[in-house]
């Protein structure tokens, strides 16, 4: 088991944390810029993350937001472990998931599913074969993704959303609790209801 440090002291690290326990993977340190938090369940929290008894360990970052996410993966040139999933999640011998991705118990990545780096498949989501989800997408609890499915870089799908098959997703949007989006979303749009209507655009700064 590789030892794994956790970037972030957040109630979505601590999540994080039960999936490393859940494996037997051992923790090296959680650290977090914020130096009023000093500790997170049993562990201190570091709070410089730059030093080299930090960066010579696999990192997960633990921060459910996609944009402070991206930024910390430009920000901190370390080691970033290969995706970590909790022992209850099912995932498709066939399925593709990239460095640093988290899924999350009890959710399902299906026959030939890609999921980029650093993404969050959340509790109980499901991720349908052959869908295809870019770098830092966040599909949130119990949300559905049915096959054939293409989510650009970005984009949260809310808590217990559905998108049917065959659907096209814009980098950076967002798709509202309990949506379902029957008709392809573009870039930074907000999408919520039933069928899912767009409300707004979002205005969304891309760390480079």
Known sequence: MEKISVYGASGHAKVIIDILHSNGNA????????????????YEVVHQPTTDKVMQNFIIIGVGNNRIR???????????????SH?????????KIGKGTVVMANA????????GEHCIINTGAVVEHEAILKD????????SIAGNVQIDEGTQIGLGASVIQ???????????????VINDVPNYATVVGNPGKI???????EAK
């Not at 991206?70 to 970590?84: N, R």
């Not at 399902?108 to 999921?115: F, R, T």
């Not at 830092?136 to 949300?143: D, G, K, L, Q, T």
């Not at 409300?199 to 700064?205: C, E, S, V």
């Open 27 to 42: 923790i090296s340190y959680v650290f977090d810029d914020n130096p009023a938090i000093e500790q997170i369940l049993d």
């Open 70 to 84: 991206k930024e910390i993966a430009v920000l901190i040139k370390g080691k970033y472990a290969s995706f970590i």
């Open 87 to 95: 022992s209850s999640a099912i995932i498709s011998p066939s399925a």
């Open 108 to 115: 399902s990545v299906n026959a030939e599913a890609v999921v």
């Open 136 to 143: 830092f997408v966040h599909i949130s609890p119990n949300a």
């Open 166 to 180: 065959n659907i096209n997703i814009g980098k950076w949007a967002t798709v509202g609790a309990g949506a379902v």
């Open 199 to 205: 409300i707004k655009f979002n205005k969304i700064y």
